[in-house]
């Protein structure tokens, strides 16, 4: 979460609801719930990576949109 918000703050024009998908990949799928519930994040806008060893954050914005 803080990661994220971070990331919008000071390296990314985009609001949070701008956002067209988040990647997430994480370890723990409790992890991800607790993203995904604390900023609000429709679960329609994210797709989950299975790589184990991994773990970031990628986010999209389709800018013909």
């Known amino acids: 979460v803080f990661a994220i918000r971070k990331l919008l703050e000071t ?3 985009w609001a949070l609801d701008e956002v067209d998908l ?3 990949n994480e370890a723990f799928a409790a992890q ?3 993203v995904l519930k604390e900023l609000k ?3 329609s ?3 989950y ?3 184990p060893k991994i ?3 990628k986010i ?3 800018r013909n949109a």
């Open 22 to 24: 988040f990647e997430l």
């Open 45 to 47: 806008k994210v797709c």
């Open 60 to 62: 999209f914005r389709n």
């Open 55 to 57: 773990q970031n954050i």
């Open 11 to 13: 390296q990314c024009p």
């Open 41 to 43: 994040i429709s679960p």
């Open 49 to 51: 990576s299975l790589r």
């Open 32 to 34: 991800s719930l607790g």
